[in-house]
């Protein structure tokens, strides 16, 4: 039975959302997790054990609706929609961008190695791993997948900032961060109809372009759904991965010796990245909403509440894993919530892991005796989706790009091996 | 017989009652995992040991950690050694 | 009961290699031997009727992995001839015994064969069960027959003949009953397999058994008399029409053995014919019948992939530790099917409901998904390309929820239609329930 007050649980969320909280809200979800579902003052469900949220992400009795009258906009993303809308969109988004994922690594490992190349040095020397990696690294990117001119970034990159802030809960938003929501998807949705409007004029083989031309057995998107599936991708290209490769570097910095292992074995980094998604997942909590009744834990959510599934605190769970804070950079079985799951599990997954992978392998391998310039880094007001605003490293020396050995190519599928 | 196998040789299993047809796996190994039709994954259990990395990062990708990875290692066969 | 020194596993597939493997898990250091009638190393089955028949996959690449060293003597190629309970011996083909001190009785099941005398001994006429069954259909199947008989539409007949569609081949396929999987699955299921069966332009004869196999001069099938008199040029069939334990060798041996199984307590001890249970002899997998808990009053036989890991682990534990430590093995029945380019996943007993409700999507449409219930529980759940959302039915299941289940699923229906679960294609809805909608 719940011991926990809402009011309790209210507090220790708040205390989790809390700025000051940012470089570590950590404790505050092992608290919540004594608890592992439980109602907060305000009414919202919070969700905090691994089982319980891996449950839930499968459930048919939620809903991706948020209920949050702010956040509702006038048509709703595939990431919150439901069946059998969301199953629509996003099968027409699949087909079209898994194909131009698949095979990408060694192009993902030229832009890690021309991002930085401009910095290296054989003297000691200053990195913001977020600005000079990070961020350019997978929004160039996205805008290459969607066939978005790399100078629109001044423009764009701004504007997903602000609009990532609104998935925050609203009562940790300022009247001015809210007035600038809307004013910042009113900005949105002009840019995306003027590059869509560009794009119809002349049509390329990108993936704008293709959803454009796209005449599925649903037939193609309307004018909207492109429009904001467009918002979509372009947000989660530019403000999730960021957070994955500068988590996952501030977690190797403070973990010299998974640094070190990772520099002499590069194969370390496919299960090192599944661990920083456990251990300091960029997405933290996914909100979701009740069609029915659900008993879970030892207590019934009641049809139409608002849901909170803490996925950073079910990653933490030491009923699934054992030492859960304790960064394992090898460690195994490790179905972790980082990238959600169930039907709306993260569409660019694969691609987000080949980026850290080898942003994680590359810094480790170039970078000598690095060092953070401050312990916590600064962080970037969101909360949701959390990660250093700017991680600022010294180095004694940034190597070049060692010469490439040689990887069995494995791009093309040559299934089986009879004819 | 099939003894033509050195023993360190990677082997996998999907457990198929837990897969959920993410679809990590395909886009990590696209030479071992893929998909017939839109959900039924298919699988070569002994893939070639170049593919070994991509396999590795096949099963720690598997959101839900369904892809078992073990070896070769055959047993000798024998028709009745030991036995009284 | 002392800790034994050797342990012998008779079938080395699936659930007697992982049983090995969970022996070392637990400790067990003494002798192990492993007996299996089939010469190659354990692989796994459920490829053969997909990937292999297609020929995207060869048998060779079907080996299962091995997760640990298990140091085991490995007796292949050896089938038990039978059981010496009294002096703790397995017979084997030829008169050699091996002792044991306890025994895990894992051989399994094969397929129901066709008679002889009603054509089974044709060349043509296949069972699939085993590599060698698949590397010989996979072979005529390449060969292109002008038309291929399969009889039976349940999961195996179902596999063989959308890869008989994905390779060109005519099929006809034979169903005792009035659809598809009906038999397992109910009527729901079995109205949207009957699409998939025509979609995929598959000759699908309901209600209709084959009465005879013929062939010519040389022995080899030529046709099929069907139980409504029609003649059907065919030159492969495949049997599927069930399967049958592995269970001959344990004649006279003293234990529950026959056809449809090895009778054993919930811990996985074999039983007496008087139905006690015997301290040294356990099994798991297919060959298996045993009281589960969640389905009181019969013996069930799981011939599940599952079923087959899980109580070889549950029996592993059981079989070197105290019965004071034993665990139960209660697995909530899980399996699948691909066919036709469709995933079928299912938790839980269809085949024991008295109503089945779609409760999201549609079967009219790619994907849907079937609740079943028995007096007014929810008991399995079926799930057609839609793979994401079934452990939420499952942990329904668990925990004993109401059926109809209330869901109110964003892809539901507006109102849950409960059918009567044996309804074949045609029958009608009872009366149906509102959902309660929000």
């Keep these: ?419 | 017989m099939t003894t033509d196998s050195p023993p360190t040789e990677l082997r996998l299993v999907v457990d198929l009652n837990r897969c959920q047809s993410y679809g990590q796996c395909v886009y990590a190994a696209p030479a071992v995992f893929r998909f017939h039709g839109e959900e039924a994954l298919e699988y070569d259990y002994a893939p070639d040991p170049g593919r070994r990395r991509e396999v590795e990062r096949a099963a720690a990708a598997c959101p839900v950690q369904a892809i078992g990875l073990g070896r070769a290692t055959e047993p000798a066969p024998s028709a009745g050694e030991g036995a009284r | 009961m002392t800790s034994p020194e050797r342990i012998v596993v008779v079938g080395a597939s699936l659930a007697g290699l992982r049983a090995a493997e969970a022996l070392r898990d637990e400790g067990f250091a003494g002798e192990l031997t492993l007996i299996g009638d089939e010469l190659y190393a354990p692989y796994d089955r459920p490829p053969l009727s997909k990937a292999v028949l297609s020929g995207r996959l060869t048998t060779e690449h079907t080996v299962l992995p091995r997760l640990r060293n298990i140091d085991a003597r490995w007796l292949l190629g050896t089938a038990a001839a039978g059981l010496d309970l009294g002096e703790r011996r397995v017979l084997l083909d030829g008169g050699r015994q091996v002792p044991f001190d306890r025994l895990l009785v894992a051989t399994g099941t094969r397929a129901r064969s066709w008679p002889a005398e009603a054509g089974g001994a044709l060349h043509g006429v296949h069972t699939l069960r085993t590599r060698d069954d698949a590397d010989r259909l996979r072979g005529e199947l390449a060969a292109g027959p002008r038309r291929v008989l399969v009889i039976g539409a349940g999961f195996t007949g179902g596999e063989v003949a959308s890869v008989c569609r994905d390779l060109g081949l005519a099929v006809t396929v034979t169903q005792r009953s009035g659809a598809p999987l009906g038999s397992a699955l109910g009527g729901v299921i079995g109205r949207a397999a009957l699409r998939w069966y025509h979609d995929a332009e598959v000759d699908l004869r309901l209600n209709t058994t084959v009465r005879a196999l013929e062939g010519d001069g040389h022995g080899r099938l030529r046709r099929a008399v069907l139980s409504d008199g029609t003649v059907l040029e065919a030159e492969v069939a495949v049997v599927a029409a069930g399967a049958l334990a592995n269970t001959e060798w344990l004649t006279g041996s003293g234990l529950a053995a026959d056809p449809r199984g090895l009778v054993c307590d919930g811990v996985c001890r074999a039983l007496a014919v008087d139905g006690t249970p015997v301290a040294d002899v356990f099994a798991a997998g297919d060959v298996a019948r045993w009281p589960h808990p969640l389905y009181p009053g019969q013996l069930l036989r799981l011939d599940h992939w599952d079923n087959a890991v899980a109580q070889a682990r549950t029996a592993a534990h059981n079989m070197v530790q105290a019965p004071s430590d034993h665990r139960t093995h209660r697995p909530l029945p899980a399996f699948w099917s691909n066919q036709f380019g469709i995933n079928l996943k299912c938790v839980g007993l269809p085949a024991l409901a008295d109503q089945v409700v779609v409760t999201q999507g549609s079967p009219e449409g790619r994907c849907f998904v079937a609740a079943y219930g028995r007096q007014g529980r929810l008991i399995a759940a079926v799930a057609v390309d839609s793979p994401r959302v079934l452990d939420g039915y499952a942990a329904l299941i668990e925990a004993g929820a109401p059926f109809p289940p209330v869901l109110n699923a964003t892809d539901g229906p507006e109102d849950l239609n409960p059918l009567d679960a044996t309804d074949e294609p045609g029958g009608r809805p009872t009366t149906p329930v509102p959902a309660g909608r929000r």
């Design chain 1, 1 to 419: 039975m719940t011991t926990t007050t809402p009011h309790a649980a209210g507090e220790l969320f708040a205390q989790a959302l809390r700025y000051d909280n940012r470089p570590d809200p950590y404790p505050y979800y092992a608290q919540l997790r004594s608890e592992p579902v439980v109602c907060a003052q305000d009414g919202t469900w919070l969700v905090s054990g691994h089982r319980e949220i891996s449950l839930l992400l499968r459930d048919p009795r939620l809903s991706a609706d948020r209920l949050n009258p702010l956040q509702q906009p006038v048509r709703k993303s595939l990431l919150m929609e439901d069946p059998p809308r969301h199953d629509q969109l996003r099968h027409l988004v699949v087909q079209h961008f898994v194909p131009r994922i698949m095979g990408m690594r060694e192009h993902i490992d030229e832009l890690v190695t021309g991002l930085l190349d401009a910095h290296t040095s054989e003297r000691p020397g200053q990195l913001d791993v977020v600005a000079d990696l990070a961020y350019p690294l997978p929004v160039t990117v996205i805008c290459e997948l969607l066939g978005v001119p790399r100078e629109d970034e001044s423009v764009f990159g701004g504007l997903a900032r602000r609009l990532t802030r609104g998935l925050d809960p609203v009562n940790t938003q300022t009247e001015d961060e809210l007035r600038e929501l809307q004013q910042a998807r009113a900005e949105l949705v002009d840019y995306l109809e003027g590059l869509i409007a560009r794009h119809g004029a002349t049509p390329t083989d990108d993936l704008l372009s293709a959803l454009m031309r796209d005449q599925g057995p649903e037939g193609s998107m309307d004018p909207v759904d492109l429009r904001v599936t467009l918002g979509l991708l372009m947000i989660a290209g530019h403000e999730t991965t960021v957070n994955l490769i500068a988590n996952g570097t501030l977690t190797l910095l403070r973990h010299p010796d998974a640094l070190t292992r990772l520099r002499t074995d590069p194969d370390l980094a496919t299960p090192m990245v599944e661990e920083v998604l456990r251990y300091d997942p960029p997405v933290q909590m996914s909100g979701r909403s009740t069609v029915a009744d659900i008993d879970i834990a030892g207590v019934t959510i009641p049809k139409g509440a608002r849901v909170r599934l803490l996925l950073a605190a079910g990653n933490r769970d030491p009923h699934r894993f054992s030492e859960p804070d304790r960064f394992v950079p090898d460690r195994r079985d490790n179905a972790h919530l980082g990238f959600g799951g169930g039907i709306h599990y993260c569409i660019g997954a694969g691609l987000a892991r080949a980026e850290a992978q080898i942003a994680l392998t590359a810094l480790a391998c170039r970078l000598r005796s690095p060092r953070l310039v401050a312990d916590p880094p600064p962080y970037r007001e969101n909360a949701v989706l959390r990660g250093p605003e700017h991680l600022l490293i010294t180095f004694d020396r940034l190597s070049p790009a060692p010469v490439p050995t040689p990887v069995p190519t494995g791009s093309t599928a040559t299934f089986g091996t009879s004819g």
